[in-house]
């Protein structure tokens, strides 16, 4: 398969860098830095696009829906990383919002060579995963072109899902298929080709603003408190006491004494202190207003 990387972004030369390798360290760090200063910049213009898939994936959620990502190389082991990141932050189930890569589990350690390749495979992991309508596909590769996300991207279509796009590249052939592309433009990399820097940066920013603008649209945050936190080692138990104090306003104890109260549930221990209500009755407010807390107290 002959393929043209002269027409992309990423695989262009970048002239900032083209003498690094002759430079001082502190220099050739300079120029980096100057370079992923510019990836803030291009996320910023894509703003829109990512309000759309936010909201996507909040109602997705709300409707028992998941958050598929699916990648190759960086792109994949990005969407796996921000996967796993929002069990133990906001108390999701595991399965909610899964991470697939080509190649599978041995991919994200090392490189499963050709897997990338492979449309089939793409639409056969979504199927073992026994995708829905009711899912939201999110297809990442900077390139926008890798076959394995596009055959996920086709299946997801099929199954008449929202399908959206995370790349770096203008005008490609995954955002012609995708329902939303989130297409940041980030420029040519310091080293050629080299899209795990600038490319990877913009990607990881975007991954971050989908999950955690759509848990904070679901209710798992109130303020800026991430009320849902489960405590699974002493950092968290502390967190959740502090997160419970910064709430309310209340004492140390006093966060304690309501934690121990309602199993360690941050929401709940809230919404007993502000609303002055016991556990049950605290937890039967926040089931009757969705899990938000701000409802639950006003309720």
């Known amino acids: 398969m002959k393929i043209d990387l002269t027409q992309l972004v990423t695989e262009s030369r970048n002239t900032a860098s083209q003498n690094i390798d002759m430079l001082s360290t502190v220099d050739m760090l300079q120029v980096i830095n100057n370079e992923d200063k510019k990836v803030a910049l291009a996320v910023e213009q894509v703003l829109p696009e990512i309000a759309q898939v936010v909201d996507a994936i909040a109602i997705a959620f709300q409707q028992g829906g998941r958050l598929i990502y699916a990648g190759a190389g960086t792109s994949g082991r990005l969407g796996i990383l921000d996967a796993s990141e929002c069990p133990p932050t906001y108390g ?12 599978g589990h041995q991919a994200i350690l090392k490189a499963v060579e050709n897997a990338e390749d492979n449309r089939e495979m793409g639409a056969q992991d979504l ?25 996920a991207m086709e299946y997801a279509k099929s199954q008449n899902a929202m399908v959206a796009c995370i790349s770096c590249n203008p005008q490609s052939p995954m955002a012609a298929l995708a329902d939303v592309a989130i297409t940041p433009v980030v420029g040519a990399e310091v080293v050629t080709g080299s899209s ?50 910064q709430a309310t306003e209340c004492s ?48």
């Open 92 to 103: 999701s189930k595991p399965e909610q919002v899964v991470g697939l890569i080509a190649g």
């Open 127 to 151: 199927i073992d995963l026994n995708f829905t309508e009711k899912d939201v596909l999110v297809g990442i590769v900077a390139s926008g072109r890798t076959p394995y996300v596009m055959g």
């Open 196 to 245: 795990r820097m600038k490319a990877g940066t913009a990607q990881k920013l975007v991954l971050n603003m989908l999950t955690t603008g759509a848990m904070i649209r679901v209710g798992k945050v109130y303020g800026n408190l991430m009320v849902d936190v489960e405590a699974t080692n002493a950092k968290l138990v502390e967190r959740q006491k502090n997160i419970v104090m």
């Open 252 to 299: 140390r104890e006093e966060a304690e004494q309501a934690l121990t109260q309602c199993n360690g549930h941050c929401k709940t221990a809230i919404v007993m202190i502000l609303a002055g209500v016991d556990a049950q009755t605290a937890a039967d407010l926040l089931a009757k207003n969705n899990g938000f807390t701000r409802q639950a107290i006003q309720a």
